[in-house]
């Protein structure tokens, strides 16, 4: 019989840094590194530092939390704001998938993204699902590169 636990992204605010996509298809296919936009309305990158980190326990406790929420804020680059993601495992299969929603925040906007890691929470690609106020409507891919503490992102956005 299937587990009876539930995971849910209640909240869906919580990890900037950390996690989005491994194993999921090339979110800029048929878009070639020449012509990905490069003004500062379409490119972004910037390095964040992690607020806070709260792993979530849904059953028995394990060797992973089965969700967790990040908060972090920018400490470089071309977007000041901050970041609030979600994650919650949903496969432990094959070095595991994690399901997050990252939402980039702004005084200009919102970015929204999601994606998959892996357990390790590898560096990920990122696909940009819409936006608000100056990204309204926004699309596109990135990178999100996780190290102690924080992330490296760079975001294309059509």
Not at 123 to 136: A, E, F, I, Q, R
């Amino acid at each position: 019989m299937a587990s009876k636990r539930t995971m849910t992204l209640a909240g869906a605010l919580g990890v900037a840094a950390l996690v989005i996509t491994t194993g999921v298809p090339n979110a800029s296919a048929g878009l070639e590194e020449d012509t990905a936009p490069t003004d500062a309305r379409h490119y972004l990158q910037f390095t964040s530092a992690i607020d806070s980190f709260v792993p979530v326990e849904g059953g028995p406790a394990g060797p992973i939390a089965d969700q967790f929420y990040l908060a972090s804020h920018t400490t470089s680059g071309n977007f000041n704001g901050t970041t609030a993601a979600s994650c919650v495992v949903t496969s432990v299969v094959n070095g595991g998938v994690r399901l997050c929603e990252v939402d980039f925040m702004s005084t200009r906007g919102i970015i929204t993204a999601r994606g998959i890691t892996d357990l390790a929470n590898t560096s990920v690609k990122l696909v940009v699902t819409g936006g608000l106020g100056t990204w309204h409507g926004a699309t596109g891919y990135g990178t999100l590169t996780p190290f102690e503490g924080g992330s490296s992102v760079e975001l294309y956005l059509r």
